[in-house]
């Protein structure tokens, strides 16, 4: 307090929060490049490189990261690789670096989990807006893309949508759907039939084959849209715990 009054503080504008960088690239020469671009950028931090896969994943093991920039071709031959880099980094946001950017390998990278396909001829200025963006949280997709995943996506939901015979499924088969639609895990599944998590495993792929889905979200919509528990004798309508099946769909993934 003066003579004069209160003193009014400056309002400065809070810093913006560091971006953790993961660079994962086989050319050395690319690292050093991009690592100098990102040097200037205060928001922008290079916590590791990596050359090779196994580099990345023992980086993302030790070095706490925001976003990840990997370029395409280590993936090559081995795309299961995303959903296991996303298992082992789960707040790690991942842009793949593509030589070519195609509708197969776009569609596929973004449903398994990847926040950015961009070309490999990217200019700098345009990566680093694109890794702002991402470590804020959005999806970086240019419109031809766009297309490309919701032509995709409504290919796929007619798909589940559209009748099939009605196939056989074994009492355990019956209540594995049953646990998954009731949003239950595959630990807690276990326990409710009483077998282990592997056995669980092993029943959903089972189940996946029969119906054509990849995955619990799409077992748990081919069951919603086909009503599939109560196509079924109500003598299986039970688990093994004794318990009716449940209707409300809750998906865990």
């Given at each position: 307090m003066t003579a004069n009054g209160p003193i009014n503080p400056t309002t400065e504008a809070a810093p913006s929060p560091e971006i953790r960088v993961i660079l994962a690239d086989s050319q050395a020469i690319y690292r050093v490049g991009m690592r100098k671009?990102?040097?200037?950028?205060?928001?922008?931090?290079?916590?590791?490189?990596?050359?090779?896969?196994?580099?990345?994943?023992?980086?993302?093991?030790?070095?706490?990261?925001?976003?990840?920039?990997?370029?395409?071709?280590?993936?090559?031959?081995?795309?299961?690789?995303?959903?296991?880099?996303?298992?082992r980094a789960p707040d790690a946001k991942i842009i793949v670096q593509v030589v070519e950017v195609d509708e197969s390998t776009t569609v596929e990278l973004y449903r398994r989990g990847v926040r950015g396909v961009v070309p490999r001829s990217i200019s700098p200025d345009m990566l680093i807006k694109c890794i702002r963006k991402i470590a804020a949280g959005e999806t970086w997709i240019d419109n031809?893309?766009?297309?490309?995943?919701?032509?995709?996506?409504?290919?796929?939901?007619?798909?589940?949508?559209?009748?099939?015979?009605?196939?056989?499924?074994?009492?355990?088969e019956l209540a594995v759907i049953s646990c998954i639609t009731r949003g239950m895990r595959n630990k807690e599944i276990a326990y409710q039939v009483g077998t282990t998590e592997q056995v669980i495993k092993n029943y959903l792929r089972k189940i996946y084959d029969k119906l054509g889905v990849s995955d619990r979200l799409e077992l748990a919509l081919y069951c919603m849209h086909h009503q599939l528990l109560k196509q079924y004798p109500a003598d299986a309508m039970f688990d093994l715990a004794g318990d009716p099946v449940a209707e409300p769909l809750s998906v865990r993934m």
């Amino acid at each position: 307090m003066t003579a004069n009054g209160p003193i009014n503080p400056t309002t400065e504008a809070a810093p913006s929060p560091e971006i953790r960088v993961i660079l994962a690239d086989s050319q050395a020469i690319y690292r050093v490049g991009m690592r100098k671009v990102f040097a200037v950028e205060d928001d922008i931090r290079v916590v590791a490189q990596a050359e090779t896969l196994n580099n990345l994943y023992t980086a993302l093991q030790r070095f706490p990261t925001d976003v990840v920039v990997l370029e395409g071709q280590l993936l090559a031959g081995t795309i299961d690789a995303i959903p296991e880099l996303v298992r082992r980094a789960p707040d790690a946001k991942i842009i793949v670096q593509v030589v070519e950017v195609d509708e197969s390998t776009t569609v596929e990278l973004y449903r398994r989990g990847v926040r950015g396909v961009v070309p490999r001829s990217i200019s700098p200025d345009m990566l680093i807006k694109c890794i702002r963006k991402i470590a804020a949280g959005e999806t970086w997709i240019d419109n031809q893309s766009v297309g490309w995943v919701i032509e995709a996506y409504r290919s796929q939901a007619q798909q589940l949508t559209s009748p099939r015979a009605q196939l056989k499924f074994s009492p355990k088969e019956l209540a594995v759907i049953s646990c998954i639609t009731r949003g239950m895990r595959n630990k807690e599944i276990a326990y409710q039939v009483g077998t282990t998590e592997q056995v669980i495993k092993n029943y959903l792929r089972k189940i996946y084959d029969k119906l054509g889905v990849s995955d619990r979200l799409e077992l748990a919509l081919y069951c919603m849209h086909h009503q599939l528990l109560k196509q079924y004798p109500a003598d299986a309508m039970f688990d093994l715990a004794g318990d009716p099946v449940a209707e409300p769909l809750s998906v865990r993934m």
